[in-house]
């Protein structure tokens, strides 16, 4: 799986697209944002819809570190986000 990495506000986040699949399997993509490692790691998620290619790796490679940043500004913490882990 591709992974991007950025630093954000002094931080250094490694970014996935999730795998998780909603209704909107072509036009709406998740992207999970990691930075730490154990009780310190922080998981951030986010969706965004591609605005070329239909693949979740190369969309994520064609996302520049100012649309990534933008991305990251509207992500939500994971703790409640099925893309990162959690089941209900």
């Known amino acids: ?40 790691r922080e998981v951030r998620v986010t969706r965004y819809s591609p605005m070329g290619t239909r693949s979740r790796e190369q969309s994520l490679a064609q996302l520049d570190d100012a649309q990534l940043h933008d991305l990251f500004r509207a992500s939500q913490p994971g703790a409640r986000s099925p893309e990162a882990g959690y089941r209900s």
Do not use: C, N
């Open 1 to 40: 799986m591709p992974t991007r990495h950025i630093s954000i506000d002094g931080r250094d986040w490694q970014v996935y697209p999730s795998g998780f699949l909603t209704q909107y399997v072509g036009d709406e993509f998740g992207l999970i944002f990691v930075s730490g490692k154990g009780d310190a």
